[in-house]
């Protein structure tokens, strides 16, 4: 049995980080055994050794005060909740009930936005029936004289994207299958995504009305992926539903109700300043800047000083989801908000400041570094270093996408055979097709590393990895990928190096020394060309010489960069046999394999 150490007290979504498993499992043991504690809050030693020992591990004791529990743990882990959105110094006495937040995630064409609609005009909050003049990306539903709100975003994509920034706002997660159609590629994206968050799950199978719906077999393809359902003595509960129809809408909103009471009720401290997330925000026409901003913690008020990011503004108006204006919105309530200095970026948390002096500083200060970051290598779980990852059990944890599933199914079967009594590793998503932001938001939130196999990724996903720090590597030959992971994990692993465009250049004109060509005269007309970079000098489309720039010039002087539109003087270490209408490809050899 694995060994794990604990502290004297621990947060159950700590303990389920240390244990490697879903948050939701460790919250369904402890209720079984008659304890209920939601995601963030904390359980004795002796209640954390219990489900640790239900899960495999034997618990020693790490001697530590309970004020130290809330220390991270070794290796790779789930980023951290945004420390605005931390509930954790708020006097218990200030806290109250709040409606639980839903996301509804699934497949393309099973019915999520249908679900989401039918609920909508069916369900809405006493006194908006008809009233509904807009959608505003989130709104709220009244079930029993209770409220629950409802994100409508396009997906698990946004629904990861939010938590890259550390903005967790879904309390429950719904997984929409098609009776009809049964488990699809995105389905088990999503599966991998609602893990990865920790939340409770409820899953809506919907089209049950259509001829050739099969409840049975999605149930069946649902436990095949560990997405136990109740009826076989699982905890997910599994709700039938048809969009179309209207049948078990009511259903799924009580279970939502149910789910939300057992898991324990979502709470928030209404009197204090606001804090919340951008859910979408756009530039309108005649109002500039609006945002969606979900309240989830205090009470947002029209004239309240705002930043969100690096845009400051004060609020100049609060419209609710049925289009009418409101002058506060407290926990849970989704609103548009009017009066930013600029377009807020979704997934930014929201904050109000006493005053418009301190949030425009908070805003230049944020500014200010993002600059600096952008000077700096960001940090990230690779390969090459994470042998220096402290802690005497570490996770490697990793991404997988393949071409197809033949060879999805012989990666991950290789990585399965690989044990060292120091090294878990544990594959948190996997999927065909090309590497996309989506891969890359579940590995930032997950603290993984991506393996590409026999694909590239996209430009989203690539300027997503710049911007979160994420290691994507990419490989054509299975043992590649399994050497490189036993070199990490021993210390053995020596990075690639590879060439990374960087711009292109033309030969408008060609200088002659000592009557033979040496200088070409171009012009920059994509990316940048650099005093470092490398050039591949191509010919009607053939490569015709390469080398090293030995000088790079602007009319007489020796610069260190061009940039597109601009003229230029190159030589070349090597190659001097230039000719007019040649292009130069400029590459800079970087250590990465995005």
Do not use: W
């Not at 393949?402 to 009594?421: F, V, Y």
């Not at 590879?498 to 033309?506: N, P």
């Amino acid at each position: 049995m694995n060994k794990i150490r604990l502290p004297a007290s621990v947060t159950v979504k700590e303990l389920a980080e240390r244990l490697g498993v879903p948050g939701a499992q460790v919250i369904t043991y402890l209720m079984q055994n008659g304890v209920m504690a939601a995601l963030n809050q904390s359980v004795d030693f002796d209640t954390a050794a219990l489900a640790a020992d239900n899960f495999g591990f034997e618990a020693e004791s790490e001697e530590a005060p309970a004020t130290e529990a809330a220390a991270p743990s070794a290796g790779p882990a789930l980023r951290p909740r945004h420390p605005l959105l931390d509930l954790s110094g708020e006097d218990p006495a200030k806290l109250v009930p709040r409606p639980p937040v839903v996301a509804v995630l699934g497949h393309v064409d099973h019915g999520k936005t249908s679900i989401l609609d039918r609920i909508r005009t069916t369900s809405v909050a006493a006194g908006e029936a008809g009233g509904i003049t807009q959608r505003i990306g989130a709104y709220q539903v009244e079930r029993q004289g209770r409220l629950i709100t409802f994100i409508d975003t396009p997906g698990h994509e946004a629904f990861s994207a939010m938590r890259a920034r550390g903005a967790d706002v879904t309390d429950i997660a719904i997984l929409v299958v098609a009776a009809d159609d049964g488990v699809m590629p995105q389905t088990e994206e999503a599966i991998h995504h609602i893990r990865s968050a920790g939340v409770p799950l409820v899953v809506a199978i919907n089209k049950a009305d259509k001829d050739g719906a099969n409840p049975d077999r999605v149930l069946q393809q649902l436990a095949e992926r560990q997405v136990v359902p109740e009826s076989y003595g699982g905890e997910v509960p599994m709700v039938p539903t048809s969009a179309v129809t209207g049948q078990g809408i009511e259903d799924l909103l009580d279970t939502i109700l149910l789910v939300s009471d057992v898991v324990s009720p979502p709470r928030a401290n209404p009197d204090r300043l606001a804090v919340g997330t951008v859910i979408d925000s756009e530039l309108e026409r005649g109002r500039g800047p609006v945002a969606t901003v979900l309240v989830q913690n205090g009470t947002l008020r029209i004239g309240d000083n705002v930043v969100v990011g690096r845009v400051y503004g004060k609020i100049r108006a609060l419209t609710d989801d049925a289009g009418r204006r409101v002058k506060e919105a407290g926990p849970s309530k989704p609103v548009l908000i009017s009066g930013l200095t600029d377009v807020a970026t979704a997934g930014e948390v929201l904050q109000v400041m006493e005053t418009e002096k301190a949030a425009r500083a908070l805003a230049e200060q944020r500014t200010n570094e993002q600059r600096a970051k952008v000077a700096q290598p960001v940090r990230r779980i690779t390969l090459s270093d994470f042998a220096a990852v402290q802690g005497e059990t570490k996770t490697m944890t990793l991404v997988l996408k393949a071409e197809a599933n033949g060879s999805l199914e012989a990666l991950r079967s290789q990585i399965t055979k690989l044990e060292d009594p120091n090294v878990t590793i544990k594959i948190v998503g996997e999927g065909v097709g090309a590497v996309g932001e989506a891969d890359v938001n579940l590995a930032a939130v997950s603290g993984a590393i991506v393996i590409g196999f026999n694909v590239h990724p996209d430009d989203r996903a690539k300027a997503a990895a710049e911007e979160l720090g994420v290691d994507i590597r990419f490989y054509d030959v299975v043992y590649q990928v399994t050497d490189d992971i036993v070199k990490s994990i021993r210390g053995m692993y020596e990075p690639s190096f590879i060439e990374v465009y960087q711009g292109r250049a033309e030969v408008r004109k060609v200088f002659s020394v000592d009557g033979r060509p040496a200088i070409a005269g171009c012009q920059v007309v994509d990316g940048k060309i650099t005093r470092a970079a490398t050039c591949t000098v191509r010919r009607d489309g053939r490569e015709v010489g390469r080398g090293k720039i030995d000088a790079l010039k602007r009319f007489r002087d020796d610069v260190r960069e061009v940039a597109r539109g601009y003229e230029c003087g190159i030589t070349l270490d090597g190659f001097a046999d230039f000719a007019e209408g040649d292009v130069l490809e400029a590459h800079v050899t970087e250590q990465q394999n995005i």
